[in-house]
C-alpha cells in the first residue's frame, strides 16, 4: 500500500504526513495519515475525519480504532485520516482561513489552484482514489446535535448504480437507526459527490454528535462511531463477528426540508426538538433580541417533516440554515437485510 511517499508492506503500519503544497507565508498543512496493509489481500477502506476543522467525534473514533487495528489480524488495507483539514481544525473552524474554502466542496481539487484546491487535488489523487469504501464523518460541531448516516441521492431509485447498490448496504450495516440523503440540488450542485462515485468509490458521510455539550454526551457518540467502522470492516469482509447496531431498524429519510434563517440577526431560540414531527407553518425556530428580548423574527417550516439534525450558535449571524426536516422514505430491518457488499 502506498500513499505518496509512505509506503506499507503486508502486516506493517506506518504512519507520516501526506506532503501536499504551502501557503506564501510558508504554512504547511500536509495531512496526517496512517497505512495499514493486511496480511492477506483484500478491498481498501479509507476513513477520515475533521475535513471541517471543527468536527472531531470521528477523530477521537478514528484514533481509538487506529489502537485496536494494531493487534487485529484483517483482510486488505486501511487508510485512517484523523485530521483532513489541519489549518481549520487547529483553528475550531469549518474551512480553511488561508483561503477561505471547503476543502470537503473542491474534490477532485486543482493542481494549480489556491492551497485549499491544491490539498483536494493531492488527497484525491494519493488517498481517495485508492480507495474501495470512503466512511467520511462529520459532525454537528458547536452548532447542532446530530446522528444519523447521509448519503447521496440515488439518480434512479428503481435502477441504482453498483455503487448506489454498495452504499444501501453500508449505510445500513453502519449500525445507526436512521440516515438520510439530501435530494439533487438541496444544497446546490455536489461535484465533489460526482468525482468520488467517478473513480469508482463507495462513500458514506456520518453526521455524529456535537452542540455546546458534546463533551458531556460524547463518549457514547465516539464509541458509535468506532463501532461503525468495525461494521463496515464486516460488511467488506475484512474482519469477521456480529453487527452491532443501535436494533434492528434503520429509518431512511429524505431529507429535503431546509429552514433557513431570515436576513435579520439576533439570539436563536429553538423550540423544537431533534425528532419533533412538524406540521407545514409549525415554527421552529425564532430570533429575539439578545438586549431587550423583543421578537425579530419567527422560522417556520414551508413544509411537514421530522427533525433531522437540530441547533446552532447564538446569536446566530449571517445567511445560514438552522434546521433540517425529512420525510421517511423507508425503513430497513437488518434482521433481513443482506449487509455485505464483498
Same mark, same amino acid.
Given at each position: 500500500?502506498?500513499?505518496?511517499?509512505?509506503?506499507?508492506?503486508?502486516?506493517?503500519? $506506518?504512519?507520516?504526513?501526506?506532503?501536499?503544497?504551502?501557503?506564501?507565508?510558508?504554512?504547511?498543512?500536509? =495531512?496526517?495519515?496512517?497505512?495499514?496493509?493486511?496480511?492477506?489481500?483484500?478491498?481498501?477502506?479509507? @476513513?477520515?475525519?475533521?475535513?471541517?476543522?471543527?468536527?472531531?467525534?470521528?477523530?477521537?473514533?478514528?484514533?481509538? /480504532?487506529?489502537?485496536?487495528?494494531?493487534?487485529?489480524?484483517?483482510? %486488505?488495507?486501511?487508510?485512517?485520516?484523523? @485530521?483532513?483539514?489541519?489549518?481549520? /481544525?487547529?483553528?475550531?473552524?469549518?474551512?480553511?482561513? !488561508?483561503? %477561505?474554502?471547503?476543502?470537503?466542496?473542491?474534490?477532485?481539487?486543482?493542481?494549480?489552484?489556491? &492551497?485549499?484546491?491544491?490539498?483536494?487535488? &493531492?488527497? /484525491?489523487?494519493?488517498?481517495?482514489?485508492?480507495?474501495?469504501?470512503?466512511?467520511?464523518?462529520?459532525?454537528?460541531?458547536?452548532?447542532?446535535?446530530?446522528?444519523?448516516?447521509?448519503?447521496? #441521492?440515488?439518480?434512479?431509485?428503481?435502477?441504482?448504480?453498483? !455503487?448506489?447498490?454498495?452504499?444501501?448496504?453500508?449505510?445500513?450495516? /453502519?449500525?445507526?437507526?436512521?440516515?438520510?440523503?439530501?435530494?439533487?440540488?438541496?444544497?446546490?450542485?455536489?461535484?465533489?459527490?460526482?468525482?468520488?462515485?467517478?473513480?469508482? $468509490?463507495?462513500? =458514506?458521510?456520518?453526521?455524529?454528535?456535537?452542540?455546546?455539550?458534546?463533551?458531556?454526551?460524547?463518549?457514547?457518540?465516539?464509541?458509535?462511531?468506532?463501532?461503525?467502522?468495525?461494521?463496515?470492516?464486516?460488511?467488506?469482509?475484512?474482519?469477521?463477528?456480529?453487527?452491532?447496531?443501535?436494533?434492528?431498524?434503520?429509518?431512511?429519510?429524505? #431529507?429535503?426540508?431546509?429552514?433557513?434563517?431570515?436576513? @435579520?440577526?439576533?439570539?436563536?431560540?429553538?423550540?423544537?426538538?431533534?425528532?419533533?414531527?412538524?406540521?407545514?407553518?409549525? $415554527?421552529?425556530?425564532?430570533?429575539?433580541?439578545?438586549?431587550?428580548?423583543?421578537?425579530?423574527?419567527?422560522?417556520?417550516?414551508?413544509?411537514?417533516?421530522?427533525? !433531522?439534525?437540530?441547533?446552532?450558535?447564538?446569536?446566530?449571524?449571517?445567511?445560514?440554515? $438552522?434546521?433540517?426536516?425529512?420525510?421517511?422514505?423507508?425503513?430497513?430491518?437488518?434482521?433481513?437485510?443482506?449487509?455485505?457488499?464483498?
Amino acid at each position: 500500500m502506498k500513499v505518496g511517499h509512505l509506503e506499507a508492506k503486508a502486516g506493517e503500519h $506506518v504512519f507520516g504526513y501526506l506532503k501536499t503544497t504551502a501557503s506564501r507565508s510558508g504554512l504547511t498543512p500536509d =495531512i496526517p495519515v496512517h497505512l495499514f496493509a493486511g496480511a492477506e489481500p483484500g478491498p481498501t477502506l479509507l @476513513v477520515q475525519g475533521a475535513i471541517h476543522g471543527g468536527e472531531i467525534i470521528g477523530s477521537v473514533a478514528i484514533l481509538n /480504532f487506529i489502537q485496536k487495528l494494531k493487534t487485529t489480524p484483517f483482510k %486488505g488495507n486501511v487508510i485512517a485520516v484523523p @485530521v483532513v483539514n489541519r489549518a481549520g /481544525f487547529e483553528l475550531g473552524e469549518r474551512g480553511s482561513r !488561508i483561503d %477561505g474554502k471547503d476543502i470537503s466542496r473542491l474534490f477532485p481539487g486543482k493542481a494549480n489552484g489556491s &492551497v485549499s484546491d491544491q490539498i483536494a487535488h &493531492v488527497y /484525491f489523487e494519493e488517498v481517495i482514489k485508492q480507495s474501495d469504501v470512503m466512511v467520511d464523518f462529520h459532525a454537528g460541531a458547536r452548532t447542532a446535535y446530530e446522528r444519523y448516516v447521509l448519503f447521496g #441521492a440515488e439518480t434512479d431509485p428503481n435502477n441504482p448504480t453498483p !455503487i448506489e447498490l454498495m452504499r444501501r448496504k453500508l449505510v445500513v450495516a /453502519f449500525g445507526l437507526d436512521q440516515a438520510a440523503f439530501f435530494p439533487p440540488g438541496t444544497f446546490g450542485p455536489n461535484t465533489t459527490k460526482e468525482a468520488i462515485e467517478k473513480a469508482g $468509490v463507495t462513500q =458514506i458521510t456520518l453526521e455524529f454528535g456535537g452542540g455546546t455539550g458534546w463533551f458531556k454526551n460524547g463518549q457514547d457518540n465516539v464509541r458509535d462511531a468506532e463501532r461503525g467502522i468495525w461494521n463496515v470492516m464486516k460488511s467488506m469482509r475484512m474482519i469477521d463477528g456480529d453487527f452491532e447496531s443501535d436494533g434492528p431498524l434503520c429509518t431512511i429519510y429524505n #431529507a429535503g426540508v431546509v429552514i433557513w434563517k431570515p436576513d @435579520v440577526d439576533g439570539m436563536f431560540v429553538r423550540l423544537k426538538r431533534f425528532r419533533d414531527e412538524l406540521k407545514a407553518g409549525d $415554527v421552529y425556530a425564532k430570533l429575539i433580541d439578545p438586549y431587550t428580548g423583543d421578537l425579530l423574527a419567527e422560522m417556520p417550516t414551508p413544509k411537514d417533516g421530522i427533525v !433531522i439534525p437540530s441547533g446552532q450558535e447564538w446569536p446566530t449571524i449571517g445567511a445560514t440554515s $438552522v434546521g433540517i426536516l425529512g420525510t421517511i422514505d423507508r425503513v430497513e430491518d437488518r434482521r433481513t437485510t443482506d449487509l455485505y457488499v464483498y
